[in-house]
C-alpha cells in the first residue's frame, strides 16, 4: 500500500470526508477554517464554501445540496448558488453553544441525519447525539444518546444492526444495537478501548472519525497517535497504517470502487515544527485498500420540502 499526499492546502481542522458518487469529488470540512471544501482528483478543481460558524459534518442532498451541521444547528447548503438556510436549530436548553457545537456525524441508510457534538472546556459530558429526520412540512430533531466529552466515530455496519459511537477523550467506542426502519438506538456497551496518554510512555492516540468497510471493518483515525487502524467486527485490531503526521482526524472510502481510503488530519493547535514540516499537519492523504468501503448515505430531505 502507498499513502500520498493530496495535492490540497492544510486544513485547520478536517473532518467529516465523504466521496461523491455522482460528482466524483471529495467533500469535507474544515471545522476550525469555518470552511467547506469539494476537490475533484481528476480535474484538480477545488471548491469552498465559507460558513458563518464550525462546521463540523456534512452529507450530500439531492440537487446539489449538503446537508451541514454547524455550531447551533442543521443547515441546508446550495452548492451551486452557494445560498444557506437552516433546517433546524438545536435546543437551546440543552445545547449552550457558548460550550458546545456540532462535530461528527453522517446519514443512515434510511437518509437521516445523526451529528454528535463536542463540549469544551471538558467539565462534564454534556456533547450528545442528535438525529435530524425530514417529516411533513419539516424537519424534527432528536437528542438521541449523551455522556460524552467529544462525540466521534460515528458509523453503521453493513447489516444496519449496529451504530458506533466514540468519546474521544475516554479513548473509548461505544456499540450500540440500531434499529435502520426506526432509526432507534439501545443497548449501548463499550465495544473497544485505548490506553490513555502517559508521561514517557509511548502513546497510541486516541479514536477519532471513522468509517466501515463492506465486511464490517471499522476503520478509525487515532488523534495523536500518527495512525489509522483497521478493527474487525469484534474490535481486534487487523492493520494499523502509519501516518506521517500525528493527528489524522477522519477516513472516508472514495473513488469509483471504493477502495480507496482519504484521511483527514488536524493543524489547529499543533506545535510549529509540525505546521512546518515537509508533509504539513492539517495534510490530506489517499491510500488505495484491498476491501471497498460503503458508500455514502444521502440525506432524505424531500418529506419536508
Same mark, same amino acid.
Given at each position: 500500500m502507498s499513502l500520498q499526499t493530496l495535492p490540497l492546502p492544510p486544513s485547520e481542522l478536517g473532518e467529516s470526508p465523504f466521496w461523491h458518487p455522482h460528482e466524483t469529488?471529495?467533500?469535507w470540512c474544515d471545522i476550525q477554517g469555518k470552511r467547506v471544501n469539494a476537490w475533484a482528483p481528476a480535474s484538480g478543481q477545488l471548491c469552498t464554501w465559507d460558513m458563518p460558524s464550525e462546521p %463540523? #459534518?456534512? $452529507?450530500?442532498?439531492? %440537487?446539489?445540496?449538503?446537508?451541514? %451541521?454547524?455550531?447551533?444547528?442543521f443547515y441546508l447548503l446550495d452548492t451551486t448558488s452557494s445560498a444557506l438556510a437552516c433546517l433546524a436549530l438545536l435546543p437551546p436548553d440543552v445545547h449552550d453553544t457558548r460550550v458546545l457545537r456540532l462535530n461528527d456525524g453522517r446519514c443512515d441508510s434510511a437518509g437521516r441525519f445523526w451529528a454528535g457534538s463536542v463540549i469544551s472546556p471538558r467539565t462534564a459530558p454534556d456533547a450528545a447525539l442528535w438525529r435530524l429526520e425530514a417529516a411533513p412540512g419539516g424537519f424534527r430533531v432528536q437528542k438521541m444518546a449523551g455522556e460524552n466529552f467529544t462525540a466521534n466515530g460515528l458509523a453503521f455496519s453493513p447489516d444496519d444492526r449496529w451504530l458506533y459511537w466514540s468519546n474521544t477523550p475516554e479513548h473509548r467506542i461505544d456499540r450500540f444495537a440500531f434499529d435502520a426502519a426506526t432509526g432507534s438506538i439501545e443497548s449501548r456497551a463499550p465495544w $473497544?478501548? &485505548?490506553? =490513555?496518554? @502517559? $508521561? %514517557?510512555e509511548p502513546y497510541g492516540g486516541r479514536p477519532d472519525g471513522a468509517a466501515?468497510?463492506?465486511q464490517g471493518n471499522y476503520w478509525v483515525a487515532m488523534y495523536e497517535g500518527a #495512525? @489509522?487502524?483497521?478493527?474487525?467486527p469484534a474490535g481486534q485490531v487487523l492493520q494499523r497504517v502509519a501516518m506521517p503526521v500525528p493527528c489524522p482526524t477522519m477516513v472516508c472510502f472514495g473513488g469509483d470502487d471504493l477502495r480507496t481510503l482519504y484521511i483527514t488530519s488536524a493543524r489547529a493547535g499543533r506545535p510549529q515544527a509540525e505546521l512546518? $514540516?515537509?508533509?504539513?499537519?492539517?495534510?490530506? &492523504?489517499?491510500? =488505495?485498500v484491498e476491501v471497498p468501503g460503503l458508500p455514502v448515505n444521502f440525506f432524505q430531505a424531500s418529506a419536508a420540502m
Open positions: 469529488s471529495l467533500y %463540523g #459534518c456534512c $452529507a450530500p442532498v439531492a %440537487g446539489k445540496k449538503l446537508v451541514i %451541521g454547524l455550531r447551533d444547528g $473497544a478501548t &485505548f490506553p =490513555p496518554k @502517559v $508521561a %514517557g466501515v468497510d463492506v #495512525c @489509522v487502524l483497521q478493527l474487525s512546518d $514540516a515537509a508533509i504539513p499537519a492539517g495534510s490530506l &492523504f489517499s491510500l =488505495p
